[in-house]
């Protein structure tokens, strides 16, 4: 069974930094997509960043040019650097891994709180 699992996050001042990681295992297969979702309170979840097998990397405009996402295909693993971060950056921060077949997963979250 294929499992997420999930580190870092916290708390960090505004204009700060903090590091999510993500591995994904129990597959064989290679992810073809990872990536970080997250949901701030009384919000829908919104995509942050995704990076596909082929390195490309697709950001939300509210994070472009403050957060990097890169990814470890070999070990089937992602991260998320978040430079600058602001107080609406506060959310919980999802992994997400998909692989062949479409088949995704979730991980189960980790809080990022960013205090003024």
């Known amino acids: 069974q294929v499992q997420l699992v999930e580190s870092g996050g916290g708390l960090a001042q505004a204009g700060g930094s903090l590091n999510l990681s993500c591995a994904a295992s129990g597959s064989p297969l290679w992810t073809t997509v990872m990536g970080w979702y997250r949901q701030a309170p009384g919000k829908q979840r919104e995509l942050v960043a995704v990076i596909r097998s082929g390195g490309i990397p697709n950001y939300a405009e509210s994070v472009k040019g403050r957060f990097l996402i890169s990814r470890a295909a070999a070990l089937n693993s992602v991260y998320l650097r978040m430079n600058d971060l602001q107080v609406e950056d506060t959310a919980v921060y999802c992994c997400?891994?998909?692989?062949?077949?479409?088949?995704?997963?979730w991980g189960q979250g980790t809080q990022v709180t960013v205090s003024s």
């Open positions: 997400n891994a998909v692989f062949p077949g479409n088949h995704e997963y």
